[in-house]
T-cell receptor, first 111, second 113 residues
């Protein structure tokens, strides 16, 4: 059974204080690892898909990296508007494999 | 990507009643998904709805409790039947547009009293 563990559960940063969010996973053959951002009262917003170890993707202050066991979402010089819950999900390579989500990391950036 | 809308955005219901949630997509998609998000828990897949076939339910979810319709390639409904307070949750629909990436609707916030 696929599993996703995100840590820490919550993270409070000062504006400009860079940090990383962790997503550890176990999956039978990785088809893709996904990062989403979710603001309160809204649905998850797609950020990145990573397919293989060593892959990196960037978007503004966010950079996602992938190894065979975990993914990191690096946040460089965060701003208060980066405050949100960040969700990680994996999809295995099996037929009809579904997305398995972690519980998310709630990020709060203080001005 | 895809633009997805859901109705209603929120509702408060009495136990024993049923609520139907609608999901509309701005483009034709083969696969639509229904999820539940409970406080402090991860998103959990309820079922996959493909147009022209019966929905496929995940373990722990049954058709009598969560009947799904998928009449065309841009629309689906999820009904939460005979509700109890334990059904209070956020219900989300999503679609798969490009490869494996799923895009989500804004969610329906349900409170059952």
């Amino acid at each position: 059974e696929d599993q996703v563990t995100q840590s820490p559960e919550a993270l409070r940063l000062q504006e400009g204080e860079s940090s990383s969010l962790n997503c550890s996973y176990t999956v039978s053959g990785l088809r893709g690892l996904f990062w989403y951002r979710q603001d309160p009262g809204k649905g998850p917003e797609f950020l990145f898909t990573l397919y293989s170890a060593g892959e990196e993707k960037e978007k503004e202050r966010l950079k996602a990296t992938l190894t065979k066991k975990e993914s990191f979402l690096h946040i460089t010089a965060p701003k208060p508007e980066d405050s949100a819950t960040y969700l990680c999900a994996v999809q295995g390579a099996g037929a009809n494999s579904k997305l398995t989500f972690g519980k998310g990391i709630t990020l709060s950036v203080r001005p | 990507s895809a633009v997805i809308s859901q109705k209603p955005s929120r509702d408060i219901c009495q136990r024993g009643t049923s609520l139907t949630i609608q999901c509309q997509v701005d483009s034709q998609v083969t696969m639509m998904f229904w999820y539940r998000q409970q406080p402090g828990q991860s998103l959990t897949l309820i079922a996959t709805a493909n147009q022209g076939s019966e929905a496929t339910y995940e373990s722990g979810f049954v058709i009598d409790k969560f009947p799904i319709s998928r009449p065309n390639l841009t629309f689906s409904t999820l009904t939460v039947s005979n509700m109890s307070p334990e059904d209070s949750s956020i219900y989300l629909c999503s679609v798969s547009v490009a490869a494996e990436t799923q895009y989500f609707g804004p969610g329906t916030r349900l409170l059952v009293l």
